[in-house]
């Protein structure tokens, strides 16, 4: 089985031994280790899944690339402070004040070919970039940063491809350092102020400033292509609270972040397979058709700080483009897809706009 690709429908069993990895699948499985932070670690949450190889490492020395332990890698007592200051950033009222600039940029960037390129690729980026009070950020060199940070910790990459990658994981790095050396941030002075580390803030950094708008990206790209493949459902988006649930139905069924991992403590029996300690688990995030119930945002402790956002920049979104361009169709043969371990989403939506008679 391919992990970077597989389905729920591949799975013949489940808990499923792929290579040295175990597919956890079952809802309740899935649920149980994520409220269990002690015997099943956040650990291994940002670890490199193709093993980093010694050129590409050396860059990353010199760079002084790390990740120690803040948010979702931080099995340890520090993660509810770092949490609490990062949450301040995300509270539903800031959240929620932020509708009318995520509804004039969806405006902006109405009519492109390709609604990633035009709408889904920048919008996230720049939303948290304001709602974390960071202004001057390149958002292009951002972008690239972040897509190549996601490939090069989640991809399955050869040693060539880590080489093309790792000065943009290290540059990344190297400018939240020198950022919040500066000050120059709301995110950045609070968490200088906090006492926060040079070294832990660059990490937090780095891991919020990726998840906080890649997976958003994804999440549009996947919720668009899935719209409009569905004509009665775009004519009815518009309507209140219709966005709302079929961001739902693509976070249960299609959601962007399809697994996650924790690492095992100890030797653990779930649905009645025996599973040694320090063994790598992937938790599908994914649902079931049939199951209302969805775990895309994680569970417990570590759950997604983001998820608020995340639902309304998705709603918003398909709200705004359904309401103006009633007549927007898919076109073009099947995109390519973004298949890493842990996200997936089409690279494009082609559309057209047929003259209306
Ligand atoms: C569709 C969009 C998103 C999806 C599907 C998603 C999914 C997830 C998942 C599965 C986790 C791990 C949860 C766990 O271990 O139980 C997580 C953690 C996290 N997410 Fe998101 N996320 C999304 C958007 C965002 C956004 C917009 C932000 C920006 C604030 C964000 C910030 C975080 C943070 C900070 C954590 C770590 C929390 C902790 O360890 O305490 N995410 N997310």
Redesign the pocket.
């Known amino acids: 089985m391919d992990l970077f690709t597989f389905t729920r429908a591949e799975l013949t069993s489940p808990v499923q031994l792929a290579g040295d990895r175990w597919v956890v699948s079952a809802y309740d499985d899935v649920r149980a280790v994520?409220a269990d932070p002690v015997t099943f670690l956040?650990d291994n949450?940002l670890t490199a899944v193709t093993p980093v190889a010694p050129a590409a490492l050396r860059t990353l020395v010199r760079a002084r690339f790390s990740l120690p332990p803040?948010?979702?890698?931080?099995g340890s007592e520090s993660?509810t402070a770092?949490?609490r200051l990062?949450a301040s950033?995300?509270t539903p009222a800031r959240v929620a004040a932020a509708e009318p600039r995520i509804r004039s940029l969806v405006l902006e960037r109405l009519g492109g070919a390709d609604l990633v390129r035009s709408l889904a690729w920048d919008l996230?980026a720049i939303v948290?970039m304001e709602?974390l009070g960071l202004e001057n950020v390149d958002i292009p060199t951002l972008k690239r940063w972040s897509t190549g940070s996601l490939e090069f910790f989640w991809g399955d990459i050869t040693r060539e491809r880590q080489l093309e990658l790792v000065d943009d994981v290290g540059e990344f790095h190297q400018w939240l350092v020198k950022r919040y050396h500066a000050r120059d941030g709301e995110l950045f002075r609070a968490l200088a102020d906090a006492g926060v580390s040079a070294e832990d803030s660059a990490g937090l950094c780095y891991?919020?400033l990726i998840?906080?708008?890649e997976?958003?990206t994804?999440?549009l790209s996947t919720a668009l292509r899935k719209a409009l493949a569905d004509r009665p459902l775009w004519a009815r988006l518009s309507s209140p609270g219709v966005a709302e649930e079929f961001v739902e139905d693509v976070?249960r069924t299609d959601?962007?972040?399809v697994t996650?991992r924790?690492l095992t403590a100890r030797e653990v029996v779930l649905s009645g397979v025996r599973v040694p300690a320090g063994a790598e688990l992937v938790l599908l995030?994914s649902g079931k058709e049939t199951d209302p119930r969805h775990?895309?945002?994680?569970?417990?402790?570590?759950?997604?700080?983001?998820?608020g956002?995340?639902?309304l920049?998705?709603a918003v979104t398909l709200r705004t483009v359904a309401a103006h361009e009633p007549s927007l169709r898919l076109t073009g043969p099947e995109p390519e897809w973004l298949n890493l371990l842990?996200f997936r989403a089409p690279k494009s939506v082609a559309v057209t706009r047929p003259a209306e008679v």
Not at 297 to 304: D, T
């Open positions: 994520l956040p949450a803040t948010l979702a890698n931080n993660h770092l949490r990062v950033f995300f996230p948290l709602l891991f919020l998840a906080g708008q997976t958003t994804q999440l976070l959601t962007p972040v996650w924790r995030l775990l895309a945002f994680g569970y417990g402790r570590h759950f997604c700080l983001g998820a956002l995340a639902r920049e998705a842990s």
